[in-house]
């Protein structure tokens, strides 16, 4: 089956840059989506296909695909910004979401 | 404005079957390019994908979880029902569903329930 693979952690000082990268096998071929989940609260999207950011999302948010890897890019890091972050594909018309990466601003 | 809410038990024993219902306002599964699907978290896991209805009445399912789930919808009632058989403590989790457009949410999932915790436990 499909995976998609995200370091668990990302550490980044307030208003530095804090880069996710979620990798799987010619994920470039596919739309990589990313949500944020904060504690208690639903997931939101905040990339789709691979840099489109969808309407009330920061322009802090970027998102690329290049060869086996997506990243997902937060500029100008913010205190509000800390939360874990999923990356997610489709591999024959089924969903996968990487397994998160908590992002903590220090 | 488009809202979705999961509904349905918070405790369920071991080997039952549990059934969630999601209803929506603000678009129909009657429309075409519209879809909803169910994304489930354990506690301190990742989410994970298990299901999905288009407006074709086209389903998908996770490979690991396709013996025991079934999606429904019922464009009447603005509702899309799940059941997942012979459930065990480790199908606890936060049951979420979500609102996509297009096949493959070419949109990605732009709106999410609230989700409900499940609790598997005898």
């Known amino acids: 089956s499909y995976e998609l693979t995200q370091p668990p952690s990302v550490s980044v000082s307030p208003g530095q840059t804090a880069t996710i990268t979620c990798s799987g096998g010619k994920l470039v071929d596919k739309y990589a989506c990313w949500y944020q989940l904060k504690p208690g609260q639903s997931p939101v999207l905040v990339i789709y296909q691979d840099r489109r950011r969808p309407s009330g999302i920061p322009e802090r948010f970027s998102g690329s695909n290049s060869g086996n890897t997506a990243t997902l890019t937060i500029s100008g890091t913010q205190a509000t910004d800390e939360a874990d972050y999923y990356c997610q594909a489709w591999d024959s018309s089924t969903m996968v979401f990487g397994g998160g990466t908590k992002v903590t601003v220090l | 404005q488009i809202t979705l809410k999961e509904s349905g038990p918070a405790l369920v024993k071991p080997t039952q079957t549990l059934t969630l219902t999601c209803t929506f306002s603000?678009?129909?599964?009657?429309?075409?390019?519209?879809?909803v699907a169910w994304i489930r978290q354990p506690p301190g896991k990742a989410l994970e994908w298990f299901a999905l209805?288009?407006?074709?009445?086209?389903?998908r399912y996770s490979p690991s979880l396709k013996t025991r789930v079934t999606i429904a919808k019922d464009t009447s009632k603005n509702q899309v029902v799940l059941t997942m058989t012979n459930m065990d403590p480790v199908d606890t989790a936060t049951y979420y569903c979500?609102?996509?457009?297009?096949?493959?949410?070419?949109?990605?999932?732009?709106?999410w329930g609230q989700g409900i915790l499940v609790t598997v436990s005898s």
């Open positions: 979500a609102h996509g457009l297009g096949y493959d949410f070419w949109s990605g999932l732009t709106d």
């Open positions: 603000g678009f129909s599964l009657s429309t075409s390019g519209v879809g």
């Open positions: 209805i288009y407006w074709t009445d086209d389903k």
